[in-house]
């Protein structure tokens, strides 16, 4: 079983337009909604594949039940999540026709008691020990410290399973310090891990074999549309994904983690896994919206992946 832990989820609305006029009136040609937050989007491609999973992390008021009723009788993924006294957020974007990046409007999320929090830790180390990796990541909730995925994944390994972060800034960082299994972080979290430029495929294996030289057994370094390296104690490979026409690239990083565990816990290689975790990007990358990629369309995608050994 794979356990994912979402601390800041979301209920994504994007709003299509013609042309966003600032202090004006905007009529509004569609809304397209979906449920989101890394572990959410994970858990929801590892369910696709067939692997069993469990989801937790914090939920609040109506929308959070709407979250949970959207992965357990829509998805069918069992949840164990911690309630808190305020909502779950709702995120809201702005599609122009034009094609341009949306505009985004986050909420920042419910703010989390500290006995709420240590309710979360409590369960995440009874759940920890059914799990064979605990998939943690995205933003953090106010009052959550900052250090809190350090924290979770001393938790996690200390039930014996093994850790995979997906965060950025300080939560990253902070988090390293554990020694996570596995990170994936993009071209623009890894320049700020690293201070330098990653732009292309061999950028990306410089980037991940260092990262991997620092202690993190199996680094993924994605770069959007031009492929992603990974380094780990077998070597190093990079994929290129197949030429699909992106429709929106929200959670294709999530469903990349997904694919790429999917072979891990079924006792696959890393060849295997990056090509499958390429894919899975790739056909959430196809989707409208905040909506992610099906099982066919994952394998579909497949033979079209191309993975080469550095």
């Known amino acids: 079983m794979i356990l994912t832990v979402t601390l800041n989820p979301s209920v994504d609305r994007l709003i299509y337009v013609k042309q966003l006029v600032a202090h004006d009136t905007n009529r509004i040609l569609k809304i397209e909604e979906d449920i989101g937050g890394k572990g959410v989007n994970v858990a929801r491609v590892l369910k696709r594949l067939g692997v069993p999973v469990t989801a937790t992390g914090f939920l609040g008021g109506r929308t959070g039940r709407y979250i949970q009723r959207e992965l357990q009788e829509q998805e069918g993924i069992p949840c164990d999540f911690v309630w808190v006294q305020g909502d779950t957020r ?69 039930g014996g399973a093994k850790v995979v972060l997906d965060a950025d800034g300080e939560p990253l960082i902070t988090g390293l310090t554990a020694q996570p299994f596995l990170i994936k972080p993009n071209e623009t979290e ?25 202690g993190t057994q199996v680094v993924i370094v994605s770069i ?6 990974v380094a780990c104690t077998e070597g190093c490979w990079y994929a290129i994904p197949p030429k699909v026409k992106a429709v929106s690239t929200i959670g294709s990083g999530d469903s990349m983690i997904a694919g790429f565990l999917s072979v891990l816990v079924r006792g696959g290689g890393i060849e295997e896994a990056i090509r499958w975790g390429t894919a899975a990007g790739a056909a959430t990358a196809m989707t409208d919206g905040s909506d992610i990629g099906t099982a066919e369309q994952i394998r579909d995608l497949l033979p079209q992946v191309e993975v080469k050994r550095w």
């Not at 690293?194 to 990306?204: F, K, Y």
């Open 224 to 229: 959007g549309e031009k492929g992603a390296a």
């Open 90 to 158: 709702i995120n809201l974007a702005i599609q122009e026709e034009d094609g341009s990046p949306p505009t985004c409007l986050n909420e920042r999320g419910p703010q989390v008691s500290a006995e709420e929090l240590q309710r979360l830790l409590d369960k995440v180390a009874l759940l920890s020990r059914e799990a064979e990796f605990v998939a943690l990541g995205g933003s953090l909730p106010p009052r959550v410290p900052t250090d809190i995925y350090a924290t979770l994944a001393r938790i996690a390994q200390d």
């Open 190 to 214: 890894t320049e700020r891990l690293l201070g330098r430029p990653v732009d292309t495929i061999e950028d990306a294996v410089h980037a991940a074999q260092e990262l991997h030289r620092r």
